[in-house]
């Protein structure tokens, strides 16, 4: 409130509430009919402007009026649209079924590609050392033939 005057008549109405008992401050005022309607007169004097009908609930929608034939049309539409849906739930399971097994044998695939590169990977080094032993035996050789020509001579 904007209006200091105002506010002070509503701070003064609210210092004469008397409370009894255990309602003091919080409760249903909607229990208490002489406290609700003197709240409304004091609402109205002081020109609060609180929301003091209670809230409406909406009506419940109107039947339409409907024939046999239609009744039955929507029925066997629902039936359809029932076995529709029956037959999509299986796809559905299907399809995951589906999924979840190319899932596994892709895991299974790519569990075997790293076993497989591994295997590679072990074999490259192996040959790699081999070779180098090769080579080695090799020069190991040329040395002992060159001290052999020497030692011929």
């Given at each position: 409130?904007?209006?200091p005057i105002?506010?002070r008549r509503?701070i003064?109405?609210?210092e004469?509430?008397?409370?009894?008992?255990?309602?003091?401050?919080k409760?249903?005022?909607?229990?208490?009919?002489?406290?609700?309607q003197?709240?409304?007169?004091?609402s109205?004097e002081?020109k609060l402007?609180?929301?003091l009908?209670?809230?409406?609930?909406?009506?419940?929608?109107?039947?339409?009026?409907?024939?046999?034939?239609?009744?039955?049309?929507?029925?066997?539409t629902?039936e359809?649209?029932?076995?529709?849906?029956?037959?999509?739930?299986i796809s559905?399971?299907?399809?995951?079924n589906e999924?979840?097994?190319?899932?596994?044998e892709?895991?299974?695939?790519?569990a075997?590609?790293?076993?497989?590169?591994?295997k590679?990977?072990?074999?490259?080094?192996?040959?790699?050392?081999?070779?180098?032993?090769i080579?080695?035996?090799?020069?190991?050789?040329?040395?002992?033939?060159?001290?052999?020509?020497q030692?011929e001579?």
């Open positions: 409130m904007e209006d105002m506010l509503v003064r109405a609210w004469k509430v008397h409370f009894r008992g255990q309602d003091k401050g409760g249903v005022i909607r229990d208490k009919e002489p406290y609700y003197w709240v409304t007169k004091r109205q002081v402007s609180f929301i009908d209670p809230p409406i609930q909406p009506l419940p929608p109107e039947s339409i009026p409907l024939s046999i034939k239609e009744v039955e049309a929507l029925k066997a629902i359809r649209l029932g076995r529709e849906n029956e037959e999509l739930q559905l399971q299907q399809v995951s999924r979840n097994e190319m899932k596994w892709l895991e299974r695939k790519k075997q590609l790293e076993a497989t590169e591994e590679v990977d072990k074999e490259k080094h192996k040959r790699k050392k081999v070779k180098v032993g080579e080695q035996a090799d020069l190991c050789l040329e040395i002992i033939k060159e001290q052999l020509k030692v001579k």
